[in-house]
């Protein structure tokens, strides 16, 4: 059973840090690439980032980059998303979401397999 499981979100201070973790399981990550995936109340969904485990290869959104970093885990089959300089419109419920083949652009990709989200609001 394939199962893509997130934690880490909560409510935070702006300026402030948060690391997500997705923890995947019933699927080899060398044939799959994990992305990160946002999205807020009233607005579409947006692809944050994503990674290959394989090459490493990483890909960010714009308004991510600089603050965010996608990261593997080989030994415990997990990917984290650390966050840093949150500010408020980065408030959005975050999932992880699996996807055959290489990163080539995050949010880019078929994506079959998803988890259930994590929260995460930045408010002062």
């Known amino acids: 059973q394939i199962q893509l499981v997130e934690s880490g979100g909560g409510l935070v201070h702006p300026g402030s840090s948060l690391r997500l973790s997705c923890v995947v399981s019933?699927?080899?990550?060398?044939?799959?690439?994990i992305g990160w995936f946002r999205q807020a109340p009233g607005k579409e969904r947006e692809g944050v980032s994503c990674?290959?485990?394989?090459?490493?290869?990483?890909s960010y959104a714009s308004s991510v980059k600089g603050r965010f970093t996608i990261s593997i885990d080989n030994a415990k089959n997990t990917v984290y998303l650390q966050m840093n300089s949150l500010k408020p419109e980065d408030t959005a419920v975050y999932y992880c979401?699996?996807?055959?083949?290489?990163?080539?652009?995050?949010?880019?990709?078929?994506?079959?397999?998803w988890g259930e989200g994590t929260q995460v609001t930045v408010s002062s």
């Open positions: 979401a699996a996807d055959p083949g290489y990163c080539s652009g995050a949010g880019t990709g078929q994506y079959d397999y």
């Open positions: 019933g699927l080899t990550l060398d044939y799959y690439h």
């Open positions: 990674i290959t485990r394989l090459d490493g290869s990483t």
